[in-house]
Nanobody, 122 residues
Framework: QLQACGGGLVRAGGSLRLSCVAS????????MGWFRQAPGKEREFVAA????????SYADSVKGRFTISRDNAKNTMYLQMNSLKPEDTAVYYC?????????????????WGQGTLVTVSS
């Protein structure tokens, strides 16, 4: 089970940190990722991290502004979002699957959190 939190309302240029807490499995065996879905748009990949945290991948739209990380001792994944833009407004979902790589498409993931809303005002 995955539980995402940390969303909220922030002005453009601001920062937020999302968290995703996992329970009921061996978190350190999971490749994890963040996706987002804006109103009227399809869910899109944001960032992914390998089970050990050593390898990451980012969508071009967030590269250099967002940082994905994880703390396997706390069963938690994070998404630090800096220099936020209005176009970052979306519901952000965390996702996970057993595996030793990172995964960048939604269909590769088995487990999904409930989503947390991020709203960036201009």
């Amino acid at each position: 089970q995955l539980q995402a939190c940390g969303g909220g309302l922030v002005r453009a240029g601001g920062s937020l940190r999302l968290s995703c807490v996992a329970s009921g499995g061996t978190f350190s065996n999971y490749g994890m990722g963040w996706f987002r879905q804006a109103p009227g748009k399809e869910r899109e990949f944001v960032a992914a991290i390998r089970f050990t945290g050593g390898l990451t991948s980012y969508a071009d739209s967030v590269k250099g502004r967002f940082t994905i990380s994880r703390d396997n001792a706390k069963n938690t994944m994070y998404l630090q979002m800096n220099s936020l833009k209005p176009e970052d407004t979306a519901v952000y979902y965390c996702a996970g699957r057993v595996g030793y790589s990172y995964y960048t498409t939604a269909g590769e993931y088995t487990y999904w959190g409930q989503g947390t809303l991020v709203t960036v005002s201009s």
